[in-house]
């Protein structure tokens, strides 16, 4: 298994522009997660779906982000505008039930 | 307000020694615990947990203890290993035993030195 792909792993872009991060959980895993992770706030968990439905976005931080799972093998997260303050490293997950399995992240950096 | 705080950023103890690394928590409602090692450039990894109805949990060179009337839980390591130098993040689950919604510590970055 390939494990939970996340892309990009890198992601530039300017201020304003609209930035849209992938992730591909783990075939059969029910639940997924996207998380943000900074220095001064640590791993925050932003969303997460049960069975392609979000259950929890109680976490998603202004109305400009946003995040879709239109099946069970790919979900979203779109940030419009995108802010400096936005720059972090995003991190989806994926689970069956019990252990989360982590993607390698997307670090976005907005200028 | 962080309900899951790792209060030391870093460690740093000689190999073959004990790294203990702590985690305290606000939450009377959580009732699962975890810990996650990250390594730079990929995502955390599942290394251990811990039930509430539990005071202990070992695995390997890996034990978790919970002492929940301090609403504390520490991991130790013994012996530690430079391959074990990494971020430890702290999470804590109220969602009855199954961790789909995790609230994490910011992390301690453990330095094993050879």
């Known amino acids: 298994d390939a494990g939970v792909i996340q892309s990009p792993r890198h992601e530039v872009t300017e201020m304003g522009q609209e930035v849209t991060l992938r992730c591909k959980p783990i075939?059969?895993?029910?639940?997924l997660f996207w998380y943000r992770q900074t220095m001064m706030r640590g791993l925050e968990l932003l969303i997460y779906?049960?069975?392609?439905?979000?259950?929890?976005d109680s976490g998603m931080p202004e109305d400009r982000f946003s995040a879709k799972m239109p099946n069970a093998s790919f979900s979203t997260l779109k940030i419009q505008p995108s802010e400096p303050r936005d720059s972090a490293v995003y991190f989806c997950?994926?689970?069956?039930?019990?252990?989360?399995?982590f993607g390698p992240g997307t670090r976005l950096t907005v200028l | 307000d962080q309900q899951v705080k790792q209060n030391s950023p870093s460690l740093s103890v000689q190999e073959g020694r004990i790294s203990i690394l702590n985690c305290d928590y606000t939450?009377?409602?959580?009732?699962?615990f975890l810990w996650y090692k990250k390594y730079p450039a990929e995502g955390p990894t599942f290394l251990i947990s811990?039930?509430?109805?539990?005071d202990k949990n070992e695995d390997g060179r890996f034990t978790v203890f919970l002492n929940k009337s301090a609403k504390h839980l520490s991991l130790h390591i013994v012996p530690s290993q430079p391959g074990d130098s990494a971020v430890y993040f702290c999470?804590?689950?109220?969602?009855?035993?199954?961790?789909?919604?995790?609230?994490f510590g910011k992390g301690t970055l453990l330095t094993v030195n050879p």
């Open positions: 997950a994926s689970s069956p039930l019990d252990e989360q399995f």
């Open positions: 075939s059969g895993h029910d639940y």
């Open positions: 779906f049960n069975n392609n439905v979000p259950i929890d």
């Open positions: 939450n009377s409602m959580f009732d699962y």
């Open positions: 811990i039930s509430s109805i539990k």
């Open positions: 999470a804590a689950s109220d969602s009855g035993g199954s961790n789909y919604k995790l609230t």
